[in-house]
């Protein structure tokens, strides 16, 4: 048997499961991996990442689709993919990203109801034996640190638009 010693995740394993869209929740519950809020949509941190610094952005309208979007929310939804990536640069330094969405489940969707975009900081080797011979993601830092690097540098970044 492998074991992988995660303490930190017991708090929201032992949580109370929320039936509603965890997309339309966490603004309204106001979420403390929330990285950002804009008008027509909010950037979060994944709680499942595939790499650190695996964030999430979405529409606050519930909506499953790209082509239900406004012209505003895509263009709200891409500004905000822009600045996480230049907040995740600063924070993290990564050698590159995947950033997309999976547009229903047979897509690769796990809330295929509710639009969303992953951005992805990926490193040269990140990819290693653990996710191909065991399905286990390493994740070197928790959470909140993570999200507290990159909401620092989201709030330089605005401070100077």
């Given at each position: 048997?492998?074991?992988?010693?995660?303490?930190?995740?017991?708090?929201?394993?032992?949580?109370?499961?929320?039936s509603?869209?965890?997309?339309?929740?966490?603004?309204?519950?106001?979420?403390?991996?929330?990285?950002?809020k804009g008008r027509r949509?909010?950037?979060?941190?994944?709680?499942?990442?595939?790499?650190?610094?695996?964030?999430?952005?979405?529409?606050?309208?519930?909506?499953?689709?790209?082509?239900?979007?406004?012209?505003?929310?895509?263009?709200?939804?891409?500004?905000?993919?822009?600045?996480?990536?230049?907040?995740?640069?600063?924070?993290?330094?990564?050698?590159?990203?995947?950033?997309g969405?999976?547009?229903?489940a047979?897509?690769?969707?796990g809330?295929?109801?509710?639009?969303?975009?992953?951005?992805?900081?990926?490193?040269?080797?990140?990819?290693?034996?653990m996710?191909?011979?065991?399905?286990?993601?390493?994740?070197?830092?928790?959470?909140?640190?993570?999200?507290?690097?990159?909401?620092?540098?989201?709030?330089?970044?605005?401070?100077?638009?």
């Open positions: 048997m492998n074991v992988i010693w995660a303490p930190w995740r017991a708090e929201y394993i032992t949580q109370p499961k929320d509603s869209c965890i997309f339309c929740s966490a603004p309204a519950n106001n979420d403390p991996l929330i990285l950002d949509c909010y950037a979060i941190m994944n709680r499942f990442p595939y790499t650190a610094g695996h964030s999430l952005v979405a529409p606050y309208r519930h909506v499953g689709d790209l082509t239900e979007l406004s012209p505003e929310e895509v263009s709200e939804i891409m500004s905000m993919v822009k600045d996480i990536m230049s907040a995740t640069r600063k924070a993290m330094n990564p050698a590159g990203f995947n950033v969405c999976n547009i229903g047979v897509a690769g969707a809330i295929a109801d509710h639009f969303h975009m992953h951005v992805v900081p990926r490193w040269n080797g990140d990819t290693n034996f996710p191909v011979l065991s399905d286990v993601h390493i994740i070197s830092e928790h959470i909140q640190m993570t999200r507290t690097k990159i909401a620092e540098h989201l709030s330089k970044l605005k401070q100077e638009q």
